[in-house]
């Protein structure tokens, strides 16, 4: 079977080229050739357009256009090019992307998704509306309603729990040309369940449907001699985490390593390394605790069953904490949540064994959930 991912496969960021990898690596396990839709719009990290500042809103809105194109100009010309060129590779080794490619030519490749027979949108936020864009129909397949694919969502994330009525309102029409509709948060499937009328299956992320990692990190393996460290995955704001890692490290004894994040705009947490993603999972897989405030972060802490605390964002940044959340709460680990910085209630985390076996089992749930939405959707398109 030919089919088609369209997703975030373009993005330098670890838990975008993750969950990508393992979809299609899920998929081509089972003899089908998977390949990503080429498509990149420049609203998703280069800005997109400005508009008619005649509200606050608007206004808004352009700001947040500017901030990603100078992001986006900062990291091409300005950031990291080691770790820049380590996701090239990545993308193609990995994921089957030439490392030459051009960038897209967004029309020409939405229009060469005729050729599959399945379709598949996700997983990842890509149904999460920006302040500058809203939603993207082409991530509800708005641009395949005539093709002839079955088209499915697997895992796709919202990014938050609630939209505003404005978004509510078009949800039914962007939903309507799905065959069948998964998303990764419980949030989600009562989003769509209002739209629609429908319950959605409730799916993990892709990185959740593997139990093997050693493809990634064999070629890496951990250095019996090397000092033990923790690691720290932050994202969006350093408040509560920095407290929290320096924390864990002191009562360790060991370094903090934190990979190079390009949109960091705050002093550095420990030792900034350049990883690329399969690096990334290695510094997870061999590391002696975890602090993160990240979804992905906080999956491969579970996968590799390492202790961690996920030190949630605060203030206005607080509801990207719901993806974290939410798979803690399914694993029976919400606990391992922290909302705010408490030397206290850190200290008692750090001495709470992790009932590990209990986990697996809920994980094997959810692998097991995911196993059997996607593979009735390949059934659906089997002659």
Request: hydrophobic share 40%; charged share 20%; net charge neutral.
């Amino acid at each position: 079977m030919n089919i088609g991912i369209l997703t975030f496969h373009f993005s330098d960021n670890y838990g975008a080229a993750l969950q990508a990898y393992a979809l299609r690596r899920w998929l081509t396990e089972r003899g089908h050739r998977a390949s990503f839709i080429d498509y990149r719009p420049a609203h998703i990290e280069q800005g997109g357009r400005l508009c008619l500042p005649t509200s606050p809103a608007r206004l808004k809105a352009n700001l947040k256009v500017i901030y990603l194109a100078v992001s986006s100009f900062l990291h091409r010309h300005f950031g990291h090019r080691g770790q820049r060129e380590k996701f090239v590779r990545f993308r193609e080794h990995f994921l089957g992307i030439p490392g030459d490619a051009a960038p897209a030519d967004n029309s020409a490749s939405l229009a060469a998704a005729q050729a599959y027979d399945l379709i598949v949108a996700g997983s990842d936020q890509i149904w999460s509306p920006s302040q500058h864009f809203g939603f993207d129909p082409n991530y509800f397949l708005a641009f395949a309603q005539s093709f002839p694919a079955r088209k499915i969502s697997y895992a796709a994330s919202f990014g938050r729990d609630l939209v505003s009525p404005e978004e509510a309102a078009q949800l039914p029409g962007l939903l309507h040309h799905f065959d069948a509709i998964s998303v990764r948060e419980a949030s989600g499937v009562a989003l769509v369940e209002r739209s629609t009328g429908q319950r959605p299956a409730n799916v993990p992320d892709p990185t959740l449907l593997l139990n093997s990692y050693a493809e990634l990190t064999d070629p890496t393996p951990s250095d019996p001699d090397a000092e033990p460290y923790l690691f720290c995955y932050g994202l969006r704001s350093p408040d509560n985490i920095r407290q929290t890692a320096e924390f864990v490290a002191s009562q360790l004894g060991c370094p903090i390593l934190s990979p190079h994040n390009p949109h960091r705009r705050w002093i550095e947490i420990g030792q900034t390394v350049y990883p690329d993603p399969a690096e990334w999972v290695a510094l997870v897989k061999n590391a002696r605790f975890v602090v993160t405030n990240s979804f992905h972060g906080t999956v491969f802490a579970l996968l590799f069953k390492k202790p961690f605390i996920v030190a949630g964002l605060t203030g206005d940044k607080a509801s990207a904490n719901a993806r974290a959340i939410h798979l803690l709460r399914t694993v029976g680990l919400e606990s391992r949540f922290a909302p705010s910085f408490s030397a206290q209630r850190t200290d008692a985390l750090m001495a709470t064994p992790i009932d590990w076996a209990a986990v697996d089992l809920r994980l094997a749930d959810l692998r097991q959930a995911g196993n059997e939405f996607l593979s009735g959707q390949l059934q659906a398109v089997a002659p």
